[in-house]
């Protein structure tokens, strides 16, 4: 382009607000028109494009993602890899056009050998081991609708090409989650830990975010093998942030005369979770959301998670140890913010958790959670407001975050709400935020503006309703398949 062009006369900042509203391929022509214009886009292009990327486990995407990762300056820019669940349906047949079935047939055969042969961990490994900036790893289900520009959504790349050529999406196409997904994402959550250990990869959030219902990874997705403990250790050591998806809904294996508190923690459904969370004493945010799982076995997690140290079982025995016995407490001392979600427990045993990390706990999130309290029938008749009583016995916190809470009294769940200043109208908010100056008066301000819908009862099929899934993504997605 000759130097004296009137586009490059145009100052950065003025170049940059118009090329905010071009579609991703007419920004790529422009990219291509000259050196100086691509040097002056390259920041803000890079940040958008390639700072947070999403693939699926397909060679073509997995090659991009090497292919990134070799590149002199976009290695440095990629610092957020999303790996999606992406997944070839073996059971899919109503395809009716024979090129878009050839297509289909032809990626369910290459996804099958990647798979099978490990070819997906060496990929991952040799990508992960040349992004220097890599900060976080995630896993997820769905595409990320925050693109501003096309008015598409993200998605892994490569997705589109398959949509292309076969009509098909190979992700979020289902509202329930099928034991073939579950079992497709525990095996992913797999893959990834051990090619972030074999490549010396150090990232410092690990965000698992599945929104099909009754989905969540099995507890086998987290067993560490002797085999590769020392080069995974180094990352769980690493990560200050963990988000997790849980399906607790195997049940434990053991003879039906035994009764439940005969039997060890090795022998339940949350045993390897527990081992893998002891190798994390660093974590500063830790979310846990319990998508399906038998309402005892995610309270008796909890009640776990909210033991302390000082209370060890002689019969202890340390992480990863085949013998049979309990896993040790654990004191995650660093703990600043806990979120928990989509579980039905009772308040006492929730307050034990948030108490036990109070000297380091500044944040709080509870989503989706059904109080189940003792002495139901002395709380019905006073008409008791459970959650209320709750909150009035937090302090040193500085944000709360909460929504969709509800609480059980004789067989009967009743919905809580929130009254809310800014609605006119005087409608009640099922979500409600606190920081900053709210806190100033926590938590007063929360038990006076907490109402129990009486007498309000939730459907079958609206509590069937509460195990859908929270995940509160801050920021946007700056991911895009080129």
Not at 233 to 261: G, H, K, Q, W, Y
Not at 364 to 370: A, E, M, R, S
Request: charged share 20%; aromatic share 10%; hydrophobic share 40%.
């Amino acid at each position: 382009m000759d130097s004296q062009a009137p586009l490059m006369k145009i100052p950065l900042e003025i170049l940059l607000l118009i090329t905010s509203y071009l579609p991703t391929t007419a920004l790529g022509s422009l990219r291509r028109t000259c050196k100086h214009i691509e040097m002056s886009l390259f920041k803000t292009f890079s940040k958008e494009f390639f700072t947070k990327k999403q693939f699926m486990l397909s060679e073509e995407s997995l090659q991009a993602l090497i292919d990134i990762s070799n590149h002199p300056r976009l290695s440095h820019c990629l610092n957020h890899v999303i790996i999606g669940l992406d997944n070839y349906d073996n059971g899919r047949t109503a395809i009716s056009e024979p090129e878009g079935a050839s297509a289909y047939r032809a990626g369910l055969a290459n996804q099958f050998t990647l798979l099978s042969t490990g070819q997906h961990r060496d990929m991952l490994t040799q990508a992960f081991q040349n992004l220097p900036n890599l900060q976080t790893v995630g896993l997820r289900d769905f595409n990320s609708r925050t693109r501003f520009r096309d008015d598409c959504e993200w998605t892994s790349y490569g997705a589109t090409t398959i949509f292309r050529e076969t009509g098909i999406r190979l992700v979020g196409n289902r509202m329930l989650a099928t034991e073939e997904h579950i079992r497709f994402a525990s095996q992913a959550f797999c893959t990834i830990l051990y090619a972030l250990g074999q490549s010396g990869a150090a990232p410092q959030a690990f965000e698992v975010l599945l929104r099909q219902r009754r989905s969540g990874l099995h507890d086998y997705a987290f067993n560490v093998p002797k085999y590769f403990e020392h080069s995974v250790e180094p990352v769980l050591s690493n990560l200050r942030t963990l988000l997790l998806a849980l399906n607790l809904s195997i049940e434990p294996i053991f003879s039906p005369v035994r009764s439940d508190d005969s039997i060890t923690d090795n022998e339940r459904p949350d045993y390897l979770l527990k081992q893998f969370l002891c190798h994390t004493p660093n974590l500063n945010h830790l979310r846990l959301n319990f998508q399906s799982a038998h309402p005892s076995h995610a309270e008796q997690f909890i009640a776990w998670l909210s033991r302390p140290v000082a209370q060890a079982d002689s019969l202890d025995t340390s992480p990863g140890s085949p013998l049979p016995g309990v896993v040790n407490p654990i004191a995650l001392s660093q703990l600043r913010r806990l979120d928990l979600g989509i579980v039905r427990l009772s308040p006492w045993t929730l307050l034990a958790a948030i108490h036990k990390f109070k000297s380091t706990l500044r944040a709080l999130g509870l989503w989706k959670i059904t109080f189940n309290p003792e002495d139901q029938q002395r709380l019905y008749e006073r008409k008791a407001n459970v959650w209320a009583e709750f909150f009035a016995q937090l302090s040193n916190l500085d944000y709360v975050a909460i929504g969709y809470l509800a609480q059980m009294l004789l067989n009967q769940i009743y919905v809580i709400k929130f009254k809310s200043t800014a609605n006119q109208s005087g409608e009640m908010s099922s979500v409600k935020e606190f920081s900053g100056y709210d806190m100033r008066q926590f938590p007063d301000n929360v038990v006076s503006d907490i109402v129990v819908v009486w007498p309000q009862i939730i459907s079958d099929h609206e509590d069937e309703s509460m195990s859908e899934v929270h995940d509160d993504e801050s920021g946007t997605d700056d991911d895009i398949e080129a």
